[in-house]
């Protein structure tokens, strides 16, 4: 008896240590579907956190390598602020539609449909979906974090089905 009820006060402590989080997720980098392995359709995230807060296009010739996708940036103090601190300035869930991982599926997310909450880039798949977004931003958030924890290790949007994991 003594022996059950050690064995449950471990499993009511060590329960929450194997619950996935969304820092613990692991789901791919958006890249697009054409083959090119560039994120965020080449934009810069870092200009997203800087000056105007406007998405700027990055340039090739400052590229770094990141959870298997080339990220592009508009200079290089851009490009060493983001490998200096990824999480920071890369877009959650993966880059894709923060909308749809409410939901409970994976979609594009498009680099221009954007909104900052709490220091943190959400993209969303157009403009139409990025205003449904902002009709309940922390409830949606609050959906996405469970669904991109539960997205398969390297899973992303790959234009066959917009529909599960």
Not at 15 to 29: D, N, Y
Not at 41 to 69: C, M
Request: net charge positive.
């Amino acid at each position: 008896m003594k022996m059950n009820r050690l064995l449950l006060a471990l499993a009511a402590v060590l329960a929450p240590l194997t619950v996935p989080t969304a820092a613990m997720a692991e789901g791919g980098i958006y890249v697009g579907t054409e083959g090119a392995k560039v994120a965020v359709g080449g934009y810069d995230t870092v200009s997203y956190f800087r000056g105007t807060g406007a998405p700027v296009k990055g340039n090739a010739r400052y590229k770094l390598k990141w959870k298997g996708a080339d990220w592009h940036f508009s200079s290089e103090a851009n490009a060493a602020a983001f490998k200096a601190n990824p999480i920071a300035y890369a877009p959650q869930y993966g880059g894709h539609c923060a909308w749809a991982m409410a939901q409970g599926y994976l979609a594009p997310g498009d680099p221009t449909a954007f909104d900052i909450v709490g220091g943190k880039l959400y993209l969303n798949y157009d403009q139409d979906i990025r205003a449904k977004w902002r009709k309940n931003t922390a409830g949606f958030i609050a959906k996405g974090g469970p669904n991109w924890a539960k997205t398969p290790a390297g899973k992303t949007y790959s234009g066959s089905s917009w529909f599960g994991f």
